[in-house]
């Protein structure tokens, strides 16, 4: 995402990134990763919880889909950090227009489940 | 992967930036639309 954040500019969208981490460790990862976009710290979870973001299950962590997807992952050479905070919490993307109103929610149905970068590109047509 | 088209309002909430800055989400989505990603941990 940081890769495209050229062409989120471009689409008039301001995306703002949410964490489990305090502000330090939020920075910390932000300068690790040299990350520009701004990052909304919620390490109590509060706004993943008003966003109706929930945890997944044991057995969705361990299904079959999901170590395949793990396995095609590391092929690619993407390998997992040492995890921190929750890994259980889910993500999701949310698009808020300018009168606050939510056109489209992702909740993710596994850790992998994420929307691609055309997808949410694309949604600058639907505003 | 299922994008759901919605239309409600969200609630506006006082968040905390790691810059240390406290912004209330309607004061950001008033000047653009906003692309809020929730992410899964720092791993």
């Known amino acids: ?30 300068k690790q990763f040299s990350l520009t976009f701004p990052i909304i710290c919620d390490p109590e979870k509060k706004l993943y919880q008003t966003f109706g973001l929930g945890r997944v299950s044991v057995a969705s962590m361990a299904s079959p889909t999901l170590l395949l997807k793990g396995l095609k992952a590391l092929s690619r050479g993407h390998t ?10 889910m993500p999701g993307v949310f698009l808020i227009d300018t009168s606050g109103n939510i056109r489209y929610a992702h909740y993710s149905k596994d850790p992998s489940d994420n929307p691609s970068i055309a997808t949410l590109l694309a949604l600058k047509d639907i505003l | 992967m299922t ?30 639309p906003l692309l809020l990603v929730f992410l899964r941990h720092f791993g």
Do not use: C
Not at chain 1, 80 to 89: A, E, H
Not at chain 2, 13 to 32: H, K, M, P, Q
């Open chain 2, 3 to 32: 994008l759901v088209e919605i239309y409600q309002k969200a609630v506006d909430a006082e968040v905390l930036f790691s810059d240390g800055t406290n912004y209330r989400l309607s004061e950001l989505w008033n000047i653009r």
């Open chain 1, 80 to 89: 997992p950090g040492m995890p921190r905070d929750d890994i259980m919490q």
């Open chain 1, 1 to 30: 995402m940081h890769r495209a954040k050229t062409q989120f500019e471009d689409s008039n969208f301001q995306v703002v990134l949410v964490g489990l981490g305090t502000p330090d460790r939020t920075e910390a990862f932000k």
